[in-house]
């Protein structure tokens, strides 16, 4: 092999806290060379993310600290340095010329008082000796390069004016404005609809080939890096627990975690059956040992390549977060979380659903935002974000809507409950128009018909407790009998999406992404409504996470009868939940029907392109994606 260009060894980093140092990233060893995509996958705070930016410099100490470990690499302006070594000034000469880095949330990383042109352009006046006029020109080259719709508009916008899958290559373009020798692409495709994860996918891999671009890959999702890695390393709890050659990871994985990982996501082949979790293939003994389950409830596994031994397999690792903080993996399933429903079933309750009349009745909805193009033009233009959309949907049933940003799909779930006035059409809830109701009258009936938004965090309020968040909508609508009769009802609700009681003082920081959206679903049932609308309630959380969380969501309907609208971009979590399937474009609906025939015999041909834009992890895949990236190489 040839000489390395990154070399990390024992990397260790810890974090201060009012409850003692936290052990974040512990004895981190990895290769990166030139020209090579290295996957770094693993659940929030398994330490991938801290490491990539420890390679940044951009830990602020205190409160963290780098306890151990050296960062090789060859700097074409400073010769061979040891990144953690270096001072600002020298970091400054590094960040965006040798090594660039696209993080995971473009809006926040975007400075919005900046044209995106113009922020592109100071990186190349930074660290180029490109003239204005030639920076901007490089800046639409980029932007060109980067598939952007309009790159001479998109110069002049600011962050706000375009969509996240734009920010995210305008991020993209400027990591890649000096051609440099690493790239860091921080969860650079999480919460983006298929296709555009597929062309983000597509493009850092065409720019890692024209300029032999070494690339870091950080992710949660497995899947997402089964065409374009070379390598992959397994983190959890701060140490890298397994690592390999893509194709092995996948066909042969050896550490428990690596095959809970692979076995939680959702596939097209798996219909109606409980979704594996990680809990199911590891448990904590008494030492804190990670020990592998060789007895587990459901067949899964063998979907996806895993081989299991006869001997008992014991992975020890240094306990360096507290078990609470990963409760969601480790505590095992919830009352929610422990039957399975099978492909019959489930094609007898969607049967005996349509013999009924539809609790929801939509009828040619539309939405239109007015805008205007100039002062002096008098002429009403329109967005029409919902155009004429019509659909039923049948009591005890899931109705899965997907599409890609700007489709639509959002705006639809949110007029649905009036949050969004509609322009026109009728919203038939139990034979009553909502639409036309009267606000005092609305507000009664949303208790019946309630919402889950894609953003937990967003969605509750910072300043009241979890219990109070619940208690809220109880309060408003007078509903659950007397002030302790609430409270023990919300106490019922959180042990019935698997938290603790304890949990009801605690405020919202102070818990997971996972176990937020857990604490929303509470908020949902607390007034014990017909229908939810769950608008990528499970699009940002990890595929361990979001397996536990779809396997509740699924448990709730079965024992409370709740009928969901389902609004993901996931195509595979979609036809895990749905009974039937609305295919939405353009505002309109494009495809209807079964989930499953939708998903065999597709017909639109937007239906098409959006199934085959699908990350593919079959072995034969990755076995044809190794053989290429041979060849190129």
């Known amino acids: 092999m040839p000489q390395p260009i990154l070399s990390v060894r024992n990397l260790t980093i810890d974090f201060r806290s009012h409850r003692g140092d936290v052990r974040a990233v512990q004895d981190v060893s990895f290769d990166l060379h030139r020209g090579e995509t290295v996957a770094i996958v693993g659940e929030s705070g398994s330490g991938k993310s801290v490491t990539s930016l420890a390679l940044m410099g951009l830990i602020p100490m205190p409160p963290g600290r780098m306890t151990a470990g050296t960062a090789q690499f060859h700097s074409e302006a400073l010769g061979e340095v040891d990144l953690l070594q270096l001072t600002d000034q020298q970091l400054q000469q590094v960040r965006g010329n040798d090594i660039s880095m696209i993080f995971q949330e473009p809006m926040t990383s975007l400075n919005p008082v900046y044209t995106c042109g113009s922020q592109v352009v100071e990186a190349l006046r930074l660290h180029t000796t490109l003239s204005q006029k030639e920076a901007e020109a490089r800046t639409v080259e980029l932007f060109t390069m980067a598939q952007l719709p309009r790159p001479e508009k998109i110069f002049g916008s600011y962050p706000h004016e375009i969509s996240g899958g734009q920010k995210?290559?305008?991020?993209?373009?400027?990591?890649?404005?000096?051609?440099p020798a690493i790239l860091i692409?921080?969860?650079?495709?999480?919460?983006?609809?298929v296709t555009v994860q597929a062309r983000m996918l597509q493009l850092i891999d065409e720019l890692r080939r024209q300029?032999?671009?070494?690339?870091?890959?950080?992710?949660?999702?497995?899947?997402?890096?089964?065409?374009?890695?070379?390598?992959?390393?397994?983190?959890?709890?701060?140490?890298?627990?397994?690592?390999?050659?893509?194709?092995?990871?996948?066909?042969?994985?050896?550490?428990?975690?690596?095959?809970?990982?692979?076995?939680?996501?959702?596939?097209?082949?798996?219909?109606?059956?409980?979704?594996?979790?990680?809990?199911?293939?590891?448990?904590?003994?008494?030492?804190?040992?990670?020990?592998?389950?060789?007895?587990?409830?459901?067949?899964?596994?063998?979907?996806?390549?895993?081989?299991?031994?006869?001997?008992?397999?014991?992975?020890?690792?240094?306990?360096?977060?507290?078990?609470?903080?990963?409760?969601?993996?480790?505590?095992?399933?919830t009352k929610g979380e422990v039957l399975d429903q099978s492909l019959a079933a489930a094609a007898s309750s969607a049967a005996s659903a349509t013999r009924t009349s539809p609790l929801l009745r939509v009828e040619n909805l539309n939405v239109h935002f007015p805008i205007r193009k100039g002062f002096f033009n008098r002429k009403p233009e329109f967005v029409r974000a919902v155009d004429g959309v019509s659909f039923d949907i049948f009591r005890g049933e899931t109705v899965g809507l997907v599409g890609e940003s700007g489709c639509g799909k959002t705006t639809l779930g949110r007029a649905l409950l009036r949050l969004v006035e509609p322009t026109a059409g009728r919203i038939l809830f139990e034979e009553t128009d909502l639409a036309a109701?009267?606000?005092?009258?609305?507000?009664?009936?949303?208790?019946?018909?309630?919402?889950?938004?894609?953003?937990?965090?967003?969605?509750?309020?910072?300043?009241?407790?979890?219990?109070?968040?619940?208690?809220?909508?109880?309060?408003?609508h007078h509903v659950g009998g007397t002030r302790q009769q609430q409270k023990d009802r919300v106490l019922e609700l959180l042990r019935t999406v698997g938290l603790k009681e304890e949990h009801y003082l605690r405020y919202p920081h102070e818990f997971s992404g996972g176990q937020r959206q857990r604490i929303c679903i509470a908020r949902a049932l607390a007034l014990q409504p017909k229908c939810i609308v769950c608008d990528e309630s499970v699009s940002a959380l990890d595929v361990s996470v979001q397996a536990q969380v779809l396997n509740l969501l699924n448990q709730l309907k079965r024992d409370f009868g709740i009928t969901y609208l389902f609004i993901t971009h996931d195509l595979s979590v979609a036809r895990f939940m749905s009974d039937r399937l609305l295919v939405m474009s353009q505002g309109q609906i494009v495809e209807s029907g079964p989930a499953a025939e939708v998903y065999a015999n597709p017909r639109h041909d937007y239906t098409k392109q959006l199934l085959a834009a699908i990350p593919k992890d079959e072995p034969s895949d990755i076995q044809a994606a190794v053989a290429r990236r041979a060849v190129e190489a």
Do not use: W
């Open 168 to 179: 995210q290559r305008v991020m993209i373009a400027m990591a890649m404005a000096c051609n």
């Open 185 to 193: 692409a921080d969860e650079p495709t999480t919460a983006l609809d």
């Open 211 to 333: 300029h032999n671009t070494a690339v870091l890959f950080i992710t949660h999702d497995l899947g997402v890096v089964a065409e374009i890695a070379d390598r992959i390393l397994v983190m959890y709890r701060g140490r890298v627990v397994e690592h390999g050659r893509v194709l092995d990871i996948f066909t042969n994985p050896q550490h428990p975690y690596t095959k809970g990982l692979l076995a939680c996501r959702p596939k097209l082949s798996v219909g109606k059956e409980r979704l594996p979790v990680v809990a199911d293939f590891m448990t904590e003994d008494a030492e804190g040992n990670l020990v592998e389950k060789l007895t587990r409830s459901t067949p899964e596994s063998s979907a996806v390549g895993v081989t299991t031994t006869s001997d008992n397999i014991s992975v020890e690792t240094t306990k360096t977060f507290p078990v609470e903080q990963n409760e969601a993996v480790l505590a095992g399933e």
């Open 437 to 476: 109701l009267p606000a005092g009258e609305l507000r009664k009936r949303r208790k019946e018909f309630q919402m889950v938004f894609q953003d937990p965090y967003a969605a509750l309020n910072p300043m009241l407790t979890v219990g109070e968040a619940i208690l809220e909508p109880m309060r408003v």
